[in-house]
């Protein structure tokens, strides 16, 4: 008895980028550096060039506390459609 060994190799699974420039675009002009602080406190960072690639690029398979916390940032603005995903 032959066996298909092609059949039996499983796929990596798919992996997502979240964007959340959608929302940052719907912030106004006169709090768009609070909001930048407010994010990049969520990253741990400091660098304006590391925001910029996070907000343009996206975040791949994003961790649910970031997730969460940019969420809150936002709906405390009354902005609830942040988001935009693609497969990575």
Not at 21 to 32: A, F, I, P, T
Not at 45 to 69: C, M
């Amino acid at each position: 008895m032959e066996q298909m060994y092609d059949n039996l190799q499983k796929k990596a699974i798919a992996k997502t980028r979240y964007k959340f420039r959608k929302g940052y675009l719907q912030v106004s002009l006169r709090e768009k550096n609070e909001v930048r602080q407010e994010l990049m406190q969520v990253f741990g960072t400091a660098d304006k060039a590391y925001f910029s690639q996070l907000l343009n690029k996206g975040i791949v398979n994003i961790r649910l506390p970031h997730y969460e916390a940019i969420n809150h940032i936002f709906a405390r603005r009354g902005i609830t459609d942040v988001w935009t995903t693609e497969e990575a």
